[in-house]
């Protein structure tokens, strides 16, 4: 069966890193885009980051533009999320998936295969 699996979250100070991997099993998913979306208490699931299938083509939101960093290795059939300078804001559960529908990159509901997330809590 299908299977993702989402590791490297943590406990970080404002303005550490952390770098999340999300691996995948069963299935082979190098001509899907994958995404991140993260989810506050309280908040809505939000779109964080995708990267395409061959990995050369990446998206993020604005609010994670310039500090995060979202690639993938096809011969692991693992994506990566590589968080730097990480603030308050940012403390979330993170997880991955992987798109299956087509329409827009950051709408949750165009993904399957969602993993069972990874904390990641930012301290000030």
């Known amino acids: 069966q299908a299977q993702l699996v989402e590791s490297g979250g943590g406990l970080v100070q404002a303005g550490g890193s952390l770098r999340l991997s999300c691996a995948a099993s069963g299935r082979t998913f190098s001509n899907n885009y994958m995404g991140w979306f993260r989810q506050a208490p309280g908040k809505e699931r939000e779109f964080v980051a995708t990267?395409?299938?061959?990995?050369?083509?990446?998206n993020y939101a604005d609010s994670v533009k310039g500090r995060f960093t979202c690639s993938r290795d096809n011969a692991k059939n693992t994506v990566y999320l590589q968080m730097n300078n990480l603030k308050p804001e940012d403390t979330a559960v993170y997880y991955c998936?992987?798109?299956?529908?087509?329409?827009?990159?950051?709408?949750?509901?165009?993904?399957?295969?969602w993993g069972q997330g990874t904390q990641v809590t930012v301290s000030s």
């Open positions: 998936a992987v798109k299956t529908k087509s329409g827009s990159y950051s709408t949750a509901t165009l993904y399957d295969y």
């Open positions: 990267v395409s299938g061959n990995g050369y083509s990446t």
